[in-house]
């Protein structure tokens, strides 16, 4: 599975959502569901060419997230739908 075998390169937590999102050296960004102490994933995206080292949210209906590169100094949008 994609993300599970590689270092964690940044994590965010976004407190009145329960969500986690997390990073790693291949390049996926994957969102959690923290649920009574467990993490459920919800789903996961690549981002080509860059590793992800840093992750701030918006605060709007959609809970985008915006994903900072290390490598390569870009940032990208991902929009998150509320489940």
């Known amino acids: ?4 075998n ?4 940044c994590i965010a937590f ?4 329960g969500r986690v999102i ?3 050296r291949d390049g996926y960004v994957q969102a ?17 060419g860059t590793v992800p080292k840093s992750f701030a949210f918006t605060d709007n209906t959609m809970l985008d997230l915006y994903a900072f590169g ?3 100094g870009r940032w990208y949008a991902i929009a998150l739908a509320i489940v």
């Open 32 to 48: 959690w569901l923290f649920v009574d102490g467990d993490l459920q994933r919800l789903w996961h995206v690549s981002i080509s």
């Open 6 to 9: 590689f270092e964690v390169t």
């Open 14 to 17: 976004h407190q009145s959502s």
């Open 22 to 24: 997390t990073g790693t």
């Open 1 to 4: 599975m994609e993300g599970w």
């Open 70 to 72: 290390i490598y390569d």
